[in-house]
C-alpha cells in the first residue's frame, strides 16, 4: 500500500499534469459507471492529498461550493497508468480513464530513477479500494476523521497528537499508523523512524516523554518529506550507502525494515507482529523485550 510519501508525490505529478483542462471521463470496466457521468466533461480544478487519499477537484470555478470531487484511495493493489496519444483501448479492469477533451498535453514532473512518459492526456486507475464522488461536505468529512497529515502540517498538529499519544496505552508503534491519529504513516516509516530514535516501537504512546515524542514527530515528517522528494522511502543517508539517494533502489533504502540484521551492531533483526503489521526492530539497539 503506497504510504502518504507516494499519495503527496502523485497528487503534485498529477496537479501539475492534468489540472486546468476539461476531461471526458468514463469506466471502462463499469463499476464506476454512474460516478464517471457525473464528472464527464467537467473541468479538473486541484489535486491533493491528505494521508493515503487523494481528491481531484471538478468544476465549481463559478460557484463556490459546487465542485464535485473524485475520491481514491489505492490501498494495497490501485495504480495508476498515463495515457499518451494516440489513446489505446482500455486494457483489463479499469475502474476509470480520464481523457483531455482538447489537443493540448501536460507533463508529469519528473521522478527520480522513472521514465519519462512524455506528454501525457490522462490517465487509467485499475485497482483501487475508494473510488467515489464526493461533494465537497463529504470530502471535509473525511478530513474531519484523519489525523494531521505531517506532509501537509496545520497550526496546532503536533500538539493534536501529543495529546492523542498522552491518553492511549496502545504500543506507540501500532498507534503511529492509526490514522485517524497520525495519516499517511506505513509499516517501512514506523519501523525505520523507531530505529533511527533507538526506540522500542512496542512501549506504551502514554509512556513517551515531550522530548521523546518531539524527537519521534520530527524524524516522521523528515523521512516523509526526503520520500516526498526522491518518489521513494530512502532513510539511508548517502554516507551511508556511499552512492547517492537516487541511486538506492529496492532494500538497499532502508537501514532496519526487512534486513536480516541490524547495521549498528550486527544482531538478527527482530521481526513481530505489532498493530496488526510486521515490524523490524533491533532488540539491542531499541532495547525490545523478548
Same mark, same amino acid.
Given at each position: 500500500?503506497?504510504?502518504?510519501?507516494?499519495?503527496?508525490?502523485?497528487?503534485?505529478?498529477?496537479?501539475?499534469?492534468?489540472?486546468?483542462?476539461?476531461?471526458?471521463?468514463? $469506466?471502462?470496466?463499469?463499476?464506476?459507471?454512474?460516478?464517471?457521468?457525473?464528472?464527464?466533461?467537467?473541468?479538473?480544478?486541484?489535486?491533493?492529498?491528505?494521508?493515503?487519499?487523494?481528491?481531484?477537484?471538478?468544476?465549481?470555478?463559478?460557484?463556490?461550493?459546487?465542485?464535485?470531487?473524485?475520491?481514491?484511495?489505492?490501498?494495497?493493489?490501485?495504480?495508476?497508468?498515463?495515457?499518451?496519444?494516440?489513446?489505446?483501448?482500455?486494457?483489463?479492469?479499469?475502474?476509470?480513464?480520464?481523457?483531455?477533451?482538447?489537443?493540448?498535453?501536460?507533463?508529469?514532473?519528473?521522478?527520480?530513477?522513472?521514465?519519462?512518459?512524455?506528454?501525457?492526456?490522462?490517465?487509467?486507475?485499475?485497482?483501487?479500494?475508494?473510488?467515489?464522488?464526493?461533494?465537497?461536505?463529504?470530502?471535509?468529512?473525511?478530513?474531519?476523521?484523519?489525523?494531521?497529515?505531517?506532509?501537509?502540517?496545520?497550526?496546532?498538529?503536533?500538539?493534536?497528537?501529543?495529546?492523542?499519544?498522552?491518553?492511549?496505552?496502545?504500543?506507540?508503534?501500532?498507534?503511529?499508523?492509526?490514522?485517524?491519529?497520525?495519516?499517511?504513516?506505513?509499516?517501512?516509516?514506523?519501523?525505520?523512524?523507531?530505529?533511527?530514535?533507538?526506540?522500542?516501537?512496542? *512501549?506504551?504512546?502514554?509512556?513517551? $516523554?515531550?522530548?521523546?515524542?518531539?524527537?519521534?514527530? *520530527?524524524?516522521?515528517?523528515?523521512?516523509?518529506?526526503?520520500?516526498?522528494?526522491?518518489?521513494?522511502?530512502?532513510? *539511508?543517508?548517502?554516507?551511508?550507502?556511499?552512492? $547517492?539517494?537516487?541511486?538506492?533502489?529496492?532494500?538497499? *533504502?532502508?537501514?532496519?525494515?526487512?534486513?536480516?540484521?541490524?547495521?549498528?551492531?550486527?544482531?538478527?533483526?527482530?521481526?513481530?507482529?505489532?498493530?496488526?503489521?510486521?515490524?523490524?526492530?533491533?532488540?539491542?539497539?531499541?532495547?525490545?523485550?523478548?
Amino acid at each position: 500500500m503506497p504510504e502518504g510519501h507516494k499519495v503527496h508525490h502523485l497528487a503534485a505529478q498529477h496537479r501539475a499534469a492534468f489540472a486546468g483542462a476539461d476531461y471526458a471521463v468514463s $469506466s471502462p470496466q463499469g463499476r464506476f459507471r454512474t460516478g464517471a457521468a457525473e464528472l464527464d466533461g467537467l473541468r479538473l480544478v486541484d489535486v491533493s492529498a491528505h494521508g493515503k487519499h487523494l481528491f481531484y477537484e471538478f468544476g465549481g470555478e463559478d460557484e463556490p461550493g459546487s465542485s464535485s470531487f473524485l475520491h481514491v484511495h489505492l490501498g494495497r493493489y490501485g495504480k495508476f497508468a498515463p495515457l499518451t496519444r494516440p489513446v489505446p483501448e482500455p486494457v483489463g479492469a479499469v475502474r476509470v480513464r480520464l481523457v483531455r477533451t482538447d489537443d493540448g498535453a501536460g507533463r508529469l514532473p519528473p521522478t527520480p530513477g522513472a521514465q519519462d512518459p512524455g506528454p501525457v492526456v490522462g490517465f487509467d486507475l485499475r485497482g483501487p479500494t475508494a473510488c467515489e464522488t464526493l461533494a465537497p461536505h463529504e470530502v471535509e468529512a473525511i478530513h474531519d476523521r484523519l489525523g494531521p497529515d505531517p506532509l501537509a502540517p496545520r497550526r496546532g498538529d503536533e500538539a493534536r497528537v501529543r495529546a492523542a499519544f498522552a491518553k492511549s496505552k496502545k504500543p506507540a508503534g501500532a498507534l503511529i499508523m492509526d490514522q485517524p491519529v497520525v495519516s499517511g504513516v506505513g509499516n517501512i516509516f514506523r519501523a525505520e523512524a523507531f530505529y533511527e530514535l533507538r526506540m522500542d516501537p512496542a *512501549r506504551p504512546a502514554n509512556s513517551l $516523554s515531550d522530548e521523546e515524542f518531539a524527537a519521534l514527530w *520530527r524524524t516522521i515528517k523528515r523521512q516523509m518529506k526526503t520520500g516526498l522528494e526522491y518518489g521513494k522511502i530512502v532513510t *539511508r543517508t548517502a554516507r551511508e550507502a556511499g552512492k $547517492s539517494r537516487a541511486e538506492l533502489t529496492g532494500m538497499d *533504502r532502508f537501514r532496519i525494515y526487512r534486513q536480516p540484521r541490524c547495521p549498528r551492531c550486527g544482531d538478527e533483526t527482530h521481526v513481530w507482529e505489532l498493530g496488526g503489521r510486521t515490524m523490524y526492530a533491533c532488540r539491542r539497539c531499541q532495547g525490545v523485550a523478548g
